[in-house]
Each structure stands twice: as C-alpha cells, then as structure tokens.
Nanobody, 116 residues
Framework: QVQPVESGGGLVQAGGSLRLSCAAS????????MGWYRQAPGKQRELVAQ???????NYADSVKGRFTISRDNAKNTVDLQMNSLKPEDTAVYYC??????????WGRGTQVTVSS
C-alpha cells in the first residue's frame, strides 16, 4: 500500500506563491506518473500537472507558465511550485501516484485559498 501525503497548502493573496509537496510512503516497488489534481467547490476534480518517471510533464492550460511540477525519484516526492496565483486557483489539491503493478493512489488533499 502506497500513501501519498501532501503538505504546503495555505492562504495567499492573489499574485503570491505557494509550494506544495507530496511524499509517498509504504511498499513502493515502482512509481510511474506523479501528479497534482484539484477540486474546487461544486466542480469536478481536474488535472493540474503531471510528470512521468522520465521527467515528461503535462500541465492544464489554465496553469501553464505559472506552475511548475518536479519530482525526486530517489525520495519518491513530487512538488508543485505555484506562482502568480489567482482566486480561481482556490481548491483542494490532491497528489496522485500511479505505480507498477498498475495501481492509483490519492493523497487526502491540502487546501489552497487565494484571496483577491
């Protein structure tokens, strides 16, 4: 069982920055993609950014140029640097990890609130 644990959420003013971190613990054999999703009140959970084990990244159009995802394969961690935050970035942010054998694990989420 793999347990992703998020940290780094909080309250920030528009235009500010936050850095989210996710550490995976447990019986880890091979981690494939690591990513961040978010869910705002009344909306579906959506992909924010994802990074493969080879370092290929994918971003939602709404965060391109503002957010940067990175990972440390040795430490089984994935970070999300969020700059130029907007009120519409307010959401609960979830870490998602996929492994081999194929399985998907979600963290419990961390709240990000951007005030205008």
């Amino acid at each position: 069982q793999v347990q992703p644990v998020e940290s780094g959420g909080g309250l920030v003013q528009a235009g500010g920055s936050l850095r989210l971190s996710c550490a995976a613990s447990g019986r880890i054999f091979s981690i494939n993609a690591m990513g961040w999703y978010r869910q705002a009140p009344g909306k579906q959970r959506e992909l924010v950014a994802q990074i493969t084990s080879g370092g290929i990244t994918n971003y939602a159009d709404s965060v391109k140029g503002r957010f940067t995802i990175s990972r440390d394969n040795a430490k089984n961690t994935v970070d999300l640097q969020m700059n130029s935050l907007k009120p519409e970035d307010t959401a609960v942010y979830y870490c998602r990890i996929t492994t081999t054998p194929i399985a998907v694990y979600w963290g419990r989420g961390t709240q990000v609130t951007v005030s205008s």
